[in-house]
């Protein structure tokens, strides 16, 4: 039997609502399908740090290491700090496993709404290749003369031939992945006359790798203002750092909820583990009270789903949670009136009803 090792990492806040709804229709999913899930619970985060002075053990990384996937909830405390929590956690992961390409589909779920008064069922359909690793948060620059009037702040963006080859590639992947095989490679070679110039450069080179994939450049705020007026146009998109921070929250406010928007941070060569979450933080204003949006999370297992290498089990999760959301049984951040619990037992009977 096929058998994969999951870690599962909860956190702090909703993290330990929906991680366990995640693995309840994990195991329903994989039961369903015939393969095995060797999943190991680690009670990292923030209560971990209270008691421990670490989010978690030092040998950390060696003990996520020979997983086949991470699977994460939440990180994040209203008393710590983001350099202790985000930073003794989830970035530790995400840096020292090089999951250097944040992965962010877009869709507008049954039953939802979009915000876009003209967006047809469909026409939003996305995926955000977000570059991970370097760009304009590699934390370059510094401060001159402080307090003077002459005052000089920089903060360089740096781009390499390694990090932006191999990020297109997974871009081009991706498109080439999926029906329409389109990619649109995003910058700002306009005005940034150096990294992006760069970008667009690698970008054809790439393209030549990829004959099927047509690609076309855009213009990083044109693309945000195409995203509103013409959702339909786009497929797979690929940018920067910064760039692709602001356009996937633009995603994700288009497609109507936080509750439902899921990422990969994919290293996908696959020399360490991947890391699969919802893009929610704790939510400490809902947590304990068994009401959190689980869907994020079970579309997150989808993607693990795809990347273990069981494209059939991904989409037969996501059709069950389609099936869910269209026949209303949703949580109040969408409208509906379901807690957390009542969804994840409908998702995991529409798996088990499944032919
Ligand atoms: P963080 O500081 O880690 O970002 P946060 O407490 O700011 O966490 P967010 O995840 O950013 O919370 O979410 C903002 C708000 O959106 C939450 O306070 C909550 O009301 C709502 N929300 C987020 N995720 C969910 C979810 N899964 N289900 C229901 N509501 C959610
Ligand atoms: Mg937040």
Redesign the pocket.
């Known amino acids: 039997m096929r058998r994969y090792r999951i870690a599962a990492i909860a956190g702090d806040g909703i993290g330990q609502e929906v991680i366990p709804a995640g693995l309840d229709v994990l195991r329903a999913i994989a039961d369903r399908q015939g393969f095995a899930l060797d999943v190991e619970e680690f009670p990292w985060g923030s209560d971990y740090y209270r008691a421990n002075g670490k989010m978690m053990p030092e040998d950390g990384l060696e003990t996520l290491k020979p997983f086949d996937s991470i699977f994460f909830g939440a990180v994040?405390d209203a008393h710590l700090p983001d350099d202790i929590t985000l930073w003794g956690l989830r970035l530790k992961i995400c840096q020292g496993f090089d999951q250097y390409a944040n992965i962010r589909p877009t869709r507008v779920l049954p039953g939802l709404t979009s915000p876009l008064r003209a967006v047809e069922p469909g026409d939003i359909d996305w995926v955000i290749v977000r570059e991970n690793s370097e760009g304009e948060y590699a934390g370059h620059g510094g401060r001159a003369h402080r307090g003077h009037p002459e005052e000089v702040a920089t903060e360089t963006a740096i781009f390499t031939r390694a990090g932006v080859t191999r990020i297109m590639r997974t871009a081009f992947r991706i498109a080439q992945s999926r029906p329409r095989k389109l990619l649109t490679v995003v910058t700002k070679s306009n005005a940034q006359k150096h990294g992006m110039v760069f970008w667009d450069e690698i970008a054809a080179e790439v393209a030549r790798e990829f004959p099927d994939v047509t690609w076309e450049k855009e213009l990083v705020d044109a693309m945000a203002a195409r995203m509103v007026r013409k959702p339909g146009s786009i497929d797979t998109v690929v940018a920067t750092n910064l760039h692709a921070d602001i356009l996937s929250d633009l995603a994700g406010a288009v497609a109507g909820s936080l509750g439902v928007a899921p990422t990969a941070n994919l290293e996908p060569d696959r020399r360490f583990p991947s890391m699969f979450e919802p893009i929610?933080?704790s939510?400490f204003d809902i947590a304990g009270k068994g009401v959190a949006n689980p869907v994020a999370t079970f579309w997150t297992a989808a993607m693990m789903l795809e990347h273990l290498g069981e494209p059939a089990a991904a989409a037969s999760l996501m059709v069950a949670v389609e099936q869910v959301c269209a026949s209303g049984i949703m949580t109040a951040d969408v409208g509906g009136t379901a807690n957390t619990a009542e969804v994840t037992a409908a998702v995991v009977a529409a798996i088990r009803g499944a032919n």
């Open positions: 994040g929610h933080g939510a």
